[in-house]
């Protein structure tokens, strides 16, 4: 059994997986089109737009689809463990433009580096270096 995350988009999903496929180290899996689907729901303008994709960042499966009325995420966040502070940072600092900060990126009681907030493309992020275990 695995669980996986699917997110649904307002029109920028091949945008938002392009872009974590570049600066994430994702590997775009699959990408389908509305109009690839014989019996399409969805406006004549949409056609082009995500029917499914899917990318693997990190050995975990994000899926996602763009759909007309998808509100952005709320009360839900994709958890991104980072391996040094630096990488926790890089990516922050990549995420954070043109998005919005939820709580910035700071040294916490469970984390060297944690950080809430929501991207460009609406997905909300938690980003976390944890300390070294004994």
């Given at each position: ?70 509100e952005p995420m709320r009360s839900a966040y ?26 910035k990126m700071e040294k916490t009681p469970w ?24």
């Amino acid at each position: 059994m695995r669980l996986d995350a699917y997110l649904n988009y307002r029109g920028n999903c091949e945008q938002a997986f392009h872009f974590y496929q570049q600066h994430l180290g994702g590997r775009l899996a699959m990408l389908t089109r509305h109009k690839d689907q014989p019996q399409s729901r969805v406006p004549d303008d949409w056609q082009d737009k995500v029917l499914h994709a899917r990318i693997e960042i990190g050995g975990t499966v994000l899926m996602g689809a763009d759909m007309p009325q998808a509100e952005p995420m709320r009360s839900a966040y994709l958890t991104l463990t980072l391996d040094t502070e630096e990488e926790a940072e890089r990516v922050y600092a990549l995420l954070i433009d043109g998005g919005e900060v939820f709580m910035k990126m700071e040294k916490t009681p469970w984390a060297n580096r944690f950080a809430m907030l929501r991207d460009q493309f609406g997905t909300s992020w938690m980003l976390l270096h944890e300390p070294e275990r004994a």
